[in-house]
């Protein structure tokens, strides 16, 4: 498959060819699930990709058997010898960096600049789990009497994997390659809105020679996900989405008493002090609400202002945000594209409504835009949003919105700022700006989240553990205590004496 896309061009034949085969991948080879049908739209145009089935027990089963049997010779391998599929996965991958960006951005509604960055984040993922593999290691304990005792570390088995729609190729890869990395198998199933690039991946690994069975995917909506979390065949589950669904997971997964992984969003703080570098803080803001059309987990939406300088800071934060380009996700030029769903689109807007209702002012933005080219006029687009006079207790202050929506709060005081930024039921990332590096060290280490920015924020390394505190979910899939997640230990005590037995 290949896009020769340039200037206008809306000609995605390339790209609509490539659901005409099935979108199941198992045992090597892509399969027809057995379900009801799913529809795929494509954000920019509000037009259907495709329909396919969505994956039903048996699909599941198969799947599951398939990576079972797998798991007998992959997880014998050394992690050496494992790396040199990822690596090799890596070369493939940035050889077609193109075609993956232009399927990621048709499928997800993402502007084509930011499908291409996302496949750079999911080499560097490859590359930094690959080296990761060699350092897979156990322990030699001396005991007593010149006895001893091993560690090792094991892989679980199989491994289910659960993607969300913002980030469906980096999603993939970071699951699947933390998973089997470390010796497991997995069986994944991506969004029912982005099926494409998963599938793409599953086909570049088997390109590397993965052996079949090693990575499958199930497409589906919830009950193929249920179905996945509940199988007796599967030992440990990883997923991200939403807090409602994560609940339901860790349910499922309790039953087994099955290890989970779960990212489940945030509502997270972006505090600025009146001493912060105002142009780096007013960028900051940007990054930390409008890249992927606000549908990203770990932007800070909630903008805490030092009321002094809260008038330059929002004069400056308009003049950006009416700059931004809204449009078709192929150009070029392109800032912001549409999002995910009508559905979605249509809970974003119902989210800035409500805010209204409660007493907030918008300042610009948060309306249903409908383009002048007449091929993306039914697209799911929303003009980027500013809200002012937000406060704590208002549904826009507490809840994940996951759109372009920027809500902007006043405060007084370091101890203030710090006491509502941790009022939340959520705790994946804050970011602070100020130039008191004291302040920055303080202010961090009182906020309860997983990540916490100084000067910037959305600046994400496959190197650094990323994971959420409170119910922003369990389990880091980054850094080197991916080891720790994807394996097990076993402890072999080696006897060099008599057994002493009152028996």
């Known amino acids: 498959m290949s896009s020769n896309h340039s200037g206008n061009n809306r000609d995605m034949s390339a790209l609509r060819a490539y659901f005409e085969k099935p979108l199941n991948f198992i045992d090597g080879v892509r399969v027809e699930p057995s379900g009801p049908k799913v529809v795929d739209y494509e954000p920019a145009t509000g037009k259907e990709i495709c329909q396919f089935p969505s994956s039903g027990a048996k699909d599941v089963d198969d799947a599951v058997q398939s990576a079972k049997e797998a798991f007998k010779s992959w997880s014998q391998l050394t992690g050496n010898d494992r ?12 050889e077609r960096k193109e075609e993956f960006a232009q399927m990621e951005s048709f499928d997800q509604g993402k502007p084509i600049n930011e499908a291409r960055m996302d496949v750079e984040f999911s080499l560097a993922i490859l590359e930094y789990l690959a080296g990761l593999a060699k350092d897979i290691r156990g322990d030699h304990i001396q005991m007593p009497g010149g006895s001893f005792a091993l560690v090792r570390r094991e892989p679980i088995g199989v491994c289910a994997g659960i993607g969300a729609f913002n980030f469906p190729l980096a999603m993939a890869v970071s699951k699947s390659a933390c998973s089997l990395v470390c010796g497991n198998t997995m069986v994944y199933k991506p969004s029912q809105f982005t099926p494409a690039t998963t599938v793409m991946l599953a086909e570049l690994y088997a390109e590397c020679g993965l052996p079949p069975g090693v990575f499958n995917v199930v497409q589906g909506e919830g009950e193929t996900g249920r179905l996945l979390t509940i199988h007796k065949g599967v030992s440990k589950v990883t997923f ?12 499922n997964c309790a039953e087994g008493i099955k290890d989970v992984v779960l990212e489940l969003g945030g509502k997270s703080p972006t505090i600025i002090f009146a001493d912060a570098d105002m142009n780096n803080a007013v960028k900051g803001a940007m990054v930390a609400n409008f890249p992927v059309q606000g549908e990203v987990c770990s932007n800070g939406t909630r903008v805490f202002v030092e009321r002094s300088i809260k ?7 308009l003049e950006r945000t009416k700059a931004l380009k809204v449009g078709d996700p192929r150009e070029e030029n392109t800032m912001m594209g549409a999002l995910i769903t009508k559905e979605h689109r249509d809970k974003v807007l119902n989210y800035i409504k409500g805010a209204r209702n409660e007493g907030a002012k918008v300042l610009y933005g948060g309306e249903k835009l409908k383009l002048d080219d007449p091929k993306l006029s ?5 003009s980027p949003c500013v809200i002012d006079q937000v406060t704590d207790h208002m549904t826009i202050a507490r809840e994940e919105v996951f759109g372009p929506v920027m809500s902007i709060l006043s405060f007084d005081s370091e101890e203030e700022v710090i006491r509502r930024a941790n ?8 970011s602070v ?6 302040r920055a060290h303080r202010v961090s280490a009182q906020l309860e989240a997983g990540t916490v ?11 650094l553990p990323f994971g959420g505190y409170k119910l922003s979910g369990l389990g880091r899939e980054s850094g080197a205590d991916v080891i720790k997640e994807y394996t097990q230990l076993k402890t072999v005590y080696v006897e060099m004496g008599d057994i002493m037995a009152p028996y």
């Open 83 to 94: 790396a040199r599929y990822f690596l090799d996965a890596a070369a493939k991958l940035r």
């Open 240 to 251: 991200t989405g939403s807090l409602p669904t994560g609940r339901k997971v860790m349910a």
């Open 311 to 317: 008038d330059d800071f929002v004069r400056r934060i």
């Open 378 to 382: 039914d697209g799911y687009y929303v």
């Open 423 to 430: 009022d939340t039921e959520y705790g994946l990332v804050a």
């Open 433 to 438: 700006f100020t130039s008191d590096l004291k």
């Open 453 to 463: 920015w100084i000067n910037n924020h959305n600046v994400l390394n496959p190197i």
